[in-house]
């Protein structure tokens, strides 16, 4: 019963999260950013709700860079990667409250347990998945709080930049979408970075396998 509870709650949040989606889109915050950043608390409040109500409307993390760059530029990269990270707690938490020992969860584990918590929270970061999708996959993983913070405030690092060059061109973004924030250059390369970080495990994981036939 209690499993059948949690799986029902979880998809609730889930519809609500869609039901946002569709019903809801960034350009309007994107549109007032020159009156949000005029006042220097207005705009702190700005990003503070923006972070709190992000993973309710299911906007890409990356919006918080572009806003974070259009105030402050690349002074704010702190403050992003701050808030990217605690705006993808909520989706980490459920799924990790969520998490019943099913096949995705146990193949979760067993990945983390080949890459080590931080490793794999930030090859997951580097990856070019949307971010809530890659929370949820993390918290099935069993992935401690703290692992899952600071591997993506590093992992997102490629994807935050972007995002505050974009910010410091709002014209183009407004013209264009959010979807022209990441170039595929940017994409390839965290693409390769992260295959980089699995070397060193996939090698050693392979090498314990031979072993373990012979």
Known sequence: MQRRSRAALGAAILLLVAVGAVLTSPRWLLARLDWLAA?????????????????????????????VGYGWGFRGLPVALALIALTSVPPFLLARHSADGGRFATAGAKAVDATGDLRGVIVSRLLPAPSDVVSVGIGLS????????????????????AGIVAGRSIDRVLREGLGSVVE??????????????LAGPAYRHFRAESTDLT
């Open 142 to 161: 069993g992935v401690p709080v703290r692992a899952f913070l600071v591997g993506t405030a590093i992992g997102e690092l490629p994807w935050a930049v």
């Open 39 to 67: 006042d220097p608390v207005r705009f702190v409040a700005a990003l503070v709700v923006l972070a709190l109500v992000r993973p309710l409307l299911a906007w890409p993390t990356t919006l918080i860079a572009v806003v």
């Open 184 to 197: 595929p250059e940017l994409i390839v390369a965290a693409a390769v970075a992260a295959v980089l970080l």
